[in-house]
């Protein structure tokens, strides 16, 4: 136990670090904060909700960095793509923020982000779950008769449809392969950013899948793209946090150390992997999410009278980190016996590499 | 796997090591000599007086805990410090009682030259999540520069540490080569 005198609890050291690795690892591997994960963790650990919010961010932004490290020497990160994205990102971030204070002020905040959140998360479930089993069907097939799967298959017809727009500047993104409107990555870095400013998340949830399907970068580029996108307005969310005085170091400190393990397993992972695999996780992981948020929902609805509402939606959170830290490291396993020649599952071939 | 200079390898390793080490002894340093904590109890944003939340934790309304009024510049046992919204906060305090606070009555009462603490602790609820709120943290501004090293600190953190796991993996044979996207 180590004593947090700006937090002003004790809280168990290895805990916080055992969180930041798993986080660190499930972040790396699809592009995400993991916001929605760590505050309630930190909640259990008898951190004040507003401390656990700005200890989150704050160590988001720097795992979100040592991730784009790694990445960025994988060739996962677009800076034309990312750099472009910045602005709207910001914008819309700010215009979120508002948007919330507004809900606040007619008092009806709690209800309609929670309702936001489930809704959102379940259609972006849907879409993906569907898209990638479609794509996961395409692969069996393609090695079946013997063809060359390349490392990302996708089936949404969208991105050709959001690429035909002709509004100037256009613009080409080298690493995505891509060549869109500077416009539509303007408007999904604000639409995004708008998300995240009012669901109070760092929104990696909906730019990664934002980024395949509208953009059409494959699902690598879009997880180290959107991991550079997080580090930019962690820190943003970070410095709003500290002023407010939500910070304490300490229990950041610790977290990123586990961070680190975690981002390099989690990044180091998606070279095993092909588009897919990634986009099932992501997939998972917001089914997961949104259980959980329903859960929390139905408990703000009725009156916040039952109880174990509550304690459910804190352990499906804390089991989701488990399962998709077993589910990430059961797909490097098998993609190493993969590449040994080795027997594995028949749903998993062509998802590993 | 790309083609791997091990004396690089070895030399960006120690010398990203060596920061990381530097930046983690820095921090801990400023935590554990107070200064972090000095900026974070920075100064007072309401009226009031400022306290040491933790000595008031066992008050009940049966047996409240009384701090007696004085004016002093750091905070020592059951004393409570006079502060006027921007005041910098004495040493030790850890939160102000507001005057709204104590006209309200219902935690705190003001009585002649003492201030007597009846309901220290009260169940708040975020986000779904019960939490026990204290006077602790209450009425204060911490130094906005603060933030600004907070967000300086992460990213070199998270710099280092991204650029020592490089290193590591470099010496330990596994550069990874550049994925050809498209390909």
């Known amino acids: 136990m180590f004593d947090f005198a700006i937090a002003g609890v004790e809280a168990p050291v290895f805990l916080l670090a055992l969180v930041g690795l798993t986080v660190g690892i499930v972040g790396g591997f699809i592009g995400v904060g993991g916001g929605y994960m760590v505050t309630p963790a930190l909640i259990v650990f008898g951190f004040p909700g507003y401390m656990a919010s700005g200890i989150d961010m704050t160590h988001i932004c720097g795992k979100g960095l040592v991730s784009s490290v790694r990445h960025r020497q994988l060739g996962n990160i677009d800076w034309t793509l990312a750099l472009s994205m910045i602005a709207g990102t910001m914008l819309g971030v700010e215009l979120g923020v508002r948007l919330l204070v507004y809900f606040k002020h007619l008092g009806i905040s709690g209800v309609v982000l929670l309702m936001t959140s489930v809704g959102l998360m379940f259609v972006l479930f849907l879409y993906t779950q569907i898209e990638t089993r479609r794509a996961h069907k395409q692969m069996e097939q393609m090695e079946k008769e013997g063809k060359e799967v390349g490392r990302e298959v996708q089936t949404s017809n969208l991105p050709m449809l959001f690429q035909r727009i002709p509004l100037a500047p256009i613009i080409r993104c080298r690493t995505a392969r891509v060549i869109v409107s500077m416009w539509v990555i303007v408007l999904v870095g604000m639409i995004t950013g708008v998300l995240a400013g009012f669901l109070g998340v760092g929104g990696g949830f909906v730019r990664v899948p934002a980024l395949v399907y509208v953009v059409g970068a494959s699902t690598h580029v879009a997880v180290g793209t959107d991991l550079v996108e997080i580090v930019i307005s962690g820190a943003y969310g970070a410095l709003r946090h500290s002023i407010e005085g939500n910070v304490d170091m300490m229990a950041v400190l610790f977290m990123i150390v586990g961070a680190m393990f975690g981002a390099q397993i989690g990044s180091i992972a998606t070279s095993y992997v092909r588009g897919p695999a990634i986009r099932y996780i992501l997939s998972y992981s917001l089914i997961l999410a949104t259980l959980g948020a329903a859960l929390r929902l139905v408990y703000v609805l009725t009156g916040q009278n039952v109880q174990w509402l509550s304690l459910a939606a804190v352990m499906l959170t804390l089991g989701e980190m488990l399962f998709l830290c077993l589910f990430i490291s059961s797909l490097v396993y098998f993609a190493v016996r993969r590449r040994g020649g080795k027997w594995v599952p028949d749903w998993v071939g062509p998802l590993v590499i | ?183």
């Open chain 2, 1 to 183: 796997m790309a083609e791997i200079h091990r004396g690089r390898a070895a030399f960006k390793f120690g010398f990203w090591l060596a920061v990381s080490v530097a930046l983690f002894g820095y921090i801990i340093h400023s935590y554990t000599s107070g200064q972090m904590i000095q900026w974070y109890y920075y100064t007072a944003s309401l009226d009031g007086y400022a306290v040491d939340a933790n000595l008031s934790m066992s008050a009940t309304k049966d047996k409240p805990v009384v701090l007696n009024i004085a004016k002093q510049d750091e905070v020592k046992g059951l004393v409570a410090i006079p502060v006027a919204k921007g005041d910098r906060l004495p040493r030790n305090a850890n939160g102000v009682i507001s005057l709204v606070e104590l006209k309200s009555g219902k935690r705190a009462v003001l009585e002649g030259q003492t201030i007597k603490v009846t309901v220290p602790w009260q169940i708040k609820e975020t986000k779904g999540f019960k939490f026990k709120d204290t006077f602790k943290h209450k009425g204060i501004r911490t130094n906005p520069w603060s933030g600004a090293w907070n967000v300086a600190m992460v990213l070199c953190l998270g710099l280092s540490l991204g650029l020592l796991a490089e290193g590591f993996t470099d010496i330990m044979g596994l550069k990874l080569d550049k994925i050809q996207h498209g390909h």
